[in-house]
């Protein structure tokens, strides 16, 4: 078996992840490699799921019987850990979404609808990235195309990362936001946070980043980050689907317009006029997510016993083997950076002139799960020159054996197409 520094004890983790058990195909161990597009639930986030809609089910807030009194202390107190967990000044920074796409949206549509400094118009500028996923590229999109906004991003290198050579032409004094990923979810690069955010303060734009590839692998500190905005998920950090966060400045907060209306967001409502109540409630209308919040709370204890540092180190041992391993089978291009520095824990590749599709298929009869296609990210695979990709991600619970797994499995497939 090979050794590597810095795992962690992936044998016992994976006694708390009863899906890594099972078998495939009849008889074919499964080998999840597509921890990018969704992790794995831990026993402990089921236990929490179910034992909250077997003890404590009822709508939170306003009731003032037990069952309601108890959920609520419950949906509350996941909102606690998620503001311990990204090191947030004040619980009330945290909004519950459904995904990340909505807490991008919700912040594209708070700043159309927004009064000034932070209305965005035909006066102003939007920037992206080329490397983003279509959840930060079509809601400013959308915007532009309701304002008038003009619509500009960063290029990418031949090395898989951001064209920061521009940065004072593309980030002006007309830029009203500028939004990018930490991590991306096709390349694995982590970009250059600071040196964004400072060009961005220095003409008074606001930040937002979205953390969808971050927070589940690495120590999240929004304090530190400096940004106005942080969107992430919790199905992709051992938490249940249906549950995303937004965390937002308090300031920005209390200043900009709901996105959403409803129950649970007013304060009070006659038939001429409504007052919202205070963030974070007046962006979560309606019922909300609340039994995924807890689910997403249970994860986020879960991670925290074990710890990011270690997490994010299991990583980087993996993902260097990973890289290593991958550049020994020939025809195999990775797209992307081809080192594990200042990369994440998701390598994707082509293999010759077989589509990524193909190569899927195959893997999959092995056992083996990746992802393939565009990622969400299809202008990246435009800009080199690809139909597409096959993704291999890896996470907490995964082991060097399954990546010798992957490389084997992509022999297979080579002396299946000849």
Not at 31 to 55: C, H, I, M, W
């Amino acid at each position: 078996m090979t050794q590597l520094s810095g795992l962690l004890d992936t044998e016992a983790i994976r006694k708390d992840f009863p899906i890594l058990d099972r078998l495939v195909h009849d008889d074919r161990k499964l080998v999840y490699l597509d921890n990018a597009a969704t992790s794995q639930k831990p026993r402990q986030v089921l236990d929490a799921l179910g034992e909250y809609y077997e003890r404590y089910n009822a709508n939170v807030h306003r009731g003032v019987h037990v069952l309601a009194e108890e959920a609520t202390a419950l949906y509350e107190g996941a909102r606690d850990k998620v503001a311990a967990f990204i090191n947030a000044p004040s619980r009330d920074e945290v909004i519950f979404t459904k995904n990340a796409s909505e807490s991008l949206n919700l912040v594209a549509n708070m700043l159309g609808w927004a009064d000034e400094p932070y209305r965005v118009d035909s006066e102003t500028e939007i920037v992206i990235t080329e490397m983003e996923h279509h959840s930060n590229i079509v809601p400013w999109q959308l915007l532009s195309q309701r304002t008038g906004a003009k619509l500009k991003w960063f290029g990418l290198t031949d090395d898989g990362r951001l064209d920061l050579s521009n940065i004072d032409e593309i980030i002006t004094e007309k830029t009203k936001i500028v939004s990018f990923v930490l991590v991306s979810n096709i390349l694995g690069t982590v970009n250059p946070v600071e040196t964004i955010i400072r060009r961005a303060q220095e003409v008074g734009a606001l930040v937002c980043i979205d953390a969808s590839q971050a927070a589940p692998h690495m120590p999240m500190d929004v304090q530190a980050l400096q940004a106005d905005f942080v969107a992430f998920t919790g199905h992709k950090m051992c938490g249940p689907t249906g549950i995303g966060v937004l965390w937002g400045r308090q300031e920005l907060l209390e200043d900009l317009p709901p996105f959403l209306g409803g129950g649970e967001m007013i304060e009070t409502v006659s038939m001429h006029s409504s007052t919202y109540a205070p963030a974070p409630h007046k962006f979560e209308a309606g019922t909300p997510p609340i039994a995924q919040a807890v689910g997403l709370g249970a994860a986020i204890d879960y991670l925290s016993a074990i710890g990011m540092d270690k997490i994010l180190a299991h990583e980087h041992a993996l993902t260097e083997y990973a890289v290593k391993r991958l550049g020994e089978v020939p025809d195999l291009r990775i797209i992307g950076p081809t080192t594990a520095e200042d990369r994440g824990a998701a390598i994707s590749f082509t293999l010759g002139d077989i589509h990524p599709h193909d190569v899927g298929q195959v893997l999959d009869e092995e056992g083996i799960a990746v992802r393939v296609g565009h990622h969400c990210a299809r202008p990246v695979c435009l800009r080199y020159g690809i139909p597409a990709t096959t993704r291999a991600s890896f996470y907490l619970y995964s082991t060097p054996a399954e990546i010798d797994a992957l490389v084997d499995g992509l022999e297979h497939v080579r002396n299946f197409f000849g």
